[in-house]
Each structure stands twice: as structure tokens, then as C-alpha cells.
């Protein structure tokens, strides 16, 4: 079964050359195998900045029937929308309580992630207005120094400090999670333990996608995969273990044989060597096509990788498709950006970034379609 969201701009099929298919059962296939990954654990799901760009609405609709319980977005805002959709999902606010959405949080049940004292005293304010403590979280900083508590803030807590609270998990994040050998993974841990040894026995949390394969040790009681879900690697240069979710699709605007000599695109970049064909494909930068492909990235047409030449531009890219037998594409086809030939983590590389990016990055112009998970298959 497909089913379409309404783009923010005028009629679908009109305005949008471009499609991006999001498959649903190949995201559940992903979460149900980090949940396995994650050993006595329970995954969670990480999806912040609206899904990965995916739509955070759908994908936590799904993944609450795939079986998961517990969600981590970073706004409130993402935390009241899909509260909607996963009504006894534990949802986990990472950036924390902000002061004008406490009352809001609470009212949806999300459960704050405190990341200091300022949030910790916020959240027992909101809790003595509610009559009751509220049901909260704990970052430790065990080496991002980017948000929690770290060892002088446990220090300066009061004795009845978390007494205000309901303290459902402690958790950290690791820098380095992404390069097993790094010694900054075990540093993070033994922080972690020797940090959250102080507070009370709840359960902990330590690892994103890549922090999973770092073995049980890591585990603890929850993971908190996030890229792996949606088809992204989470590790340095290896290819990613999971199924390909995003298909982003671009229609051919027209074909045109460049001759030897001539060059194509802005700045003259690129100059054909030999007489060559070309397929320009209506999506640039404007799409989430890095700049940076420009020369280096590569698309798909009928499963052949072709690649850009010259310059993206902001609606625009001109793909070689000299390769292809004669009259093999045709104005109006669809050439593959993102899919089961080229990955998330390939225009990453092309474009000098990584895959994450690449996903939040995709924009508002394309036609979005869903692609339902069958659960009776799984
Ligand atoms: C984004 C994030 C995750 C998920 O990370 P991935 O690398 O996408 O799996 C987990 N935990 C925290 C605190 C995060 O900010």
C-alpha cells in the first residue's frame, strides 16, 4: 500500500519532478535488527530532526507497531507530535525542558532528558505544580562536553536533589563510537558507570547505532539507534549493514550529445573529452544534492551508476550517460539519486560529508511517498 502526504508546495504531481519514497518495512526490518543487536537490551528509537528527514510522525507509527517502546526526539514540539502516534511510547526529549514548553511536556507525558542542574530544578518546579514528581532522564557528560551532567555538577547536587523528580534512566553519549578501536569508548564507559554508580539503580542507556556493535558491555538496558534505521552506515567507511529505506527519484529533463571540446555546467568545470550524451535530471542543490557532488557524485539509471559532471546546480544535475545504449533513457524517466544502487552513505562520501546529513538534508521539494510495512510478514 502507498500513501502520500501533501507537499508544502501547490499539487504533487505538478510541482514535484522529484519523488522521494520512504519504505516503512525496511525501516521496521532495521529497528527490529538493532533490537537484536542490542542483546538483553531494548532498542529505542532515535528520531530527531523530524525522522532523520524522514517524517517522524510515520516513522514512530511504525516502529510503535514494529514493537518499539521508547523514542528519543530533541524537541518538545517533535515530542507532542508523535505522542499522536505512539500514545504509551515512553518519549524522551533530548535537548530537555525549555522554559515555555515545560507545562506542554508535561501534559504529554514526555519525559525530559535533564542536562544540568538549570533543567534538573526547572523540571521539579513543573513536577510541584503537578502535585507529583515527574518522570525524568539524566544525561551524563562522560566526554562530549556538549550537554549533561558531568562529575562537579553530580558533586553539587544537594542530597535531596533528584527527590523532586521520578528518575526513569541515566544515560551518555559516545564520541567515538564509530571507530571500535578508539580508547575514548572505554573511557566514556568506565565514566559512565563510575558516574552513574552515585545516582539511584534505574536503568541506563549508553550507545547510538554504532555504540551497538560495540558489544555487550555496552548494552546496559536501552540503545539508541538512530541512522542505522534509516538505511545510513553507522561506522567509518563500511558499508552499512541494514536495508535501504529512502529512494529519491529525479525525472530526466532532457538528453543532449555534447561534442568534444565543449564543457557543461557553471564555471566550465568540465570538459568533454570525446563526443558524450548526457541526461540533465531536475534536482540539484535546492534538493539536497550537495554542491560539493558536483564532478564526483553518481546517480542511477536502469541499476547503471552514471555519474554527475560539471557543477550541481540548485535544481539541476547533469548526469553522463554515455554508457547507456541509445535511446536506453528518455525525457520523463526517473533516475535513481538515492536507492539500492546508490546509498545514502555514496553521495555522503561524493559530497565530503556524512550520510546523516545527507538524509536531513533532503528538503520539502519532492513528492513524499510512504511505503506500509506488512507486518504479516514479520
Ligand atoms: C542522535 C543521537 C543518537 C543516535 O545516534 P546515531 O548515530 O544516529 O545512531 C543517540 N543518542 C543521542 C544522545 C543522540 O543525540
Not at 556538549?146 to 528518575?167: K, S
Request: aromatic share 6%; charged share 20%.
Amino acid at each position: 500500500m502507498v500513501t502520500s502526504t501533501p507537499p508544502s508546495l501547490p499539487a504533487s504531481g505538478l510541482s514535484a519532478s522529484g519523488s522521494l519514497t520512504i519504505d516503512l518495512g525496511a525501516l521496521a526490518r532495521n529497528w527490529r535488527a538493532a533490537h537484536e543487536a542490542s542483546g538483553t537490551a531494548r532498542a529505542s528509537a532515535v528520531i530527531k530532526a523530524d525522522g532523520y528527514g524522514l517524517g517522524a510522525v510515520e516513522v514512530a507509527r511504525t516502529l510503535a507497531k514494529a514493537g518499539c517502546r521508547d523514542f528519543f526526539v530533541a524537541l518538545p514540539s517533535e515530542g507532542i507530535a508523535v505522542r499522536s502516534v505512539a500514545p504509551d511510547a515512553a518519549i524522551y526529549v533530548l535537548n530537555g525542558p525549555m522554559a515555555g514548553h515545560v507545562d506542554a511536556m508535561a501534559d504529554a507525558g514526555l519525559i525530559p532528558v535533564l542536562n544540568g542542574p538549570e533543567q534538573l530544578a526547572l523540571w521539579a518546579q513543573a513536577g510541584d505544580r503537578h502535585g507529583r514528581p515527574l518522570a525524568a532522564s539524566m544525561m551524563l557528560d562522560t566526554g562530549m562536553n556538549r550537554l549533561g551532567f558531568d562529575e562537579a555538577a553530580l558533586d553539587a547536587l544537594a542530597p535531596d536533589a533528584l527527590q523532586g523528580i521520578d528518575l526513569r534512566l541515566v544515560l551518555s553519549h559516545l564520541a567515538c563510537a564509530d571507530d571500535p578501536s578508539a580508547d575514548m569508548n572505554i573511557v566514556q564507559r568506565a565514566r559512565f558507570n563510575r558516574m552513574r554508580s552515585r545516582l539511584p539503580d534505574v536503568e541506563a542507556s549508553l550507545c547510538n547505532s554504532a555504540g551497538i556493535f560495540l558489544g555487550p558491555d555496552y548494552h546496559y538496558e536501552l540503545t539508541r539507534p538512530g541512522v542505522c534505521l534509516y538505511g545510513g552506515s553507522p561506522f567509518i567507511a563500511e558499508p552499512a549493514p541494514f536495508h535501504h529505506v529512502v529512494t529519491v527519484g529525479a525525472e530526466v529533463v532532457q538528453l543532449r550529445r555534447v561534442p568534444a571540446g565543449e564543457t557543461i555546467g557553471y564555471g566550465a568545470t568540465f570538459t568533454a573529452a570525446s563526443d558524450m550524451r548526457t541526461a540533465t535530471i531536475a534536482a540539484g542543490y535546492a534538493d539536497g544534492i550537495f554542491r560539493a557532488a558536483g564532478n564526483r557524485g553518481f546517480a542511477a539509471i536502469n541499476g547503471v551508476r552514471v555519474p554527475y559532471v560539471g557543477r550541481v546546480s540548485m535544481d539541476l544535475v547533469v548526469l553522463d550517460v554515455t554508457a547507456l545504449p541509445d535511446g536506453a533513457v528518455r525525457p520523463g524517466d526517473q533516475a535513481e539519486v538515492l536507492g539500492p544502487t546508490i546509498s545514502v552513505d555514496d553521495l555522503a562520501q561524493a559530497s565530503g560529508t556524512i550520510g546523516y546529513e545527507v538524509l536531513t538534508s533532503l528538503g520539502s521539494r519532492y513528492e513524499r511517498r510512504y511505503i506500509a510495512a506488512d507486518f504479516s510478514q514479520f
